[in-house]
């Protein structure tokens, strides 16, 4: 069955960064667009990025220029370096697939943004 598990969340402090990554098993990683989702605390689950089976990138407004997502197909693994993190980007972030009209979440790991 599908499986997602991401890692690689943590505390840091205003400007600093994080690499996210999410290994995925269970299905045709290399034929799938993967994404990523946060929820902070109080708030609904927001889009973060999106990443298609040919490279291409989708981010929020709120991440462009400072979130890059990628994929290693070799790996099953598609990361998100987070840079220049702001106090306003602590949330669960997790990881997505959208399969034959199913979603699929990992249980998400924890980023906390210190001021």
């Known amino acids: 069955q599908v499986q997602l598990v991401e890692s690689g969340g943590g505390l840091v402090q205003a400007g600093g960064s994080l690499r996210l990554s999410c290994a995925a098993s269970?299905?045709?990683?290399?034929?799938?667009?993967m994404s990523w989702y946060r929820q902070a605390p109080g708030k609904q689950r927001e889009l973060v990025a999106t990443?298609?089976?040919?490279?291409?990138?989708n981010y929020a407004d709120s991440v462009k220029g400072r979130f890059t997502i990628s994929r290693d197909n070799a790996k099953n693994t598609v990361y998100l370096q987070m840079n220049s993190l702001k106090p306003e980007d602590t949330a669960v972030y997790y990881c997505?697939?959208?399969?034959?009209?199913?979603?699929?979440w990992g249980k998400g790991t924890l980023v906390t943004v210190s001021s």
């Open positions: 997505n697939l959208l399969r034959r009209g199913m979603n699929y």
């Open positions: 269970g299905f045709i990683f290399t034929i799938n667009a």
């Open positions: 990443i298609f089976s040919g490279g291409s990138t």
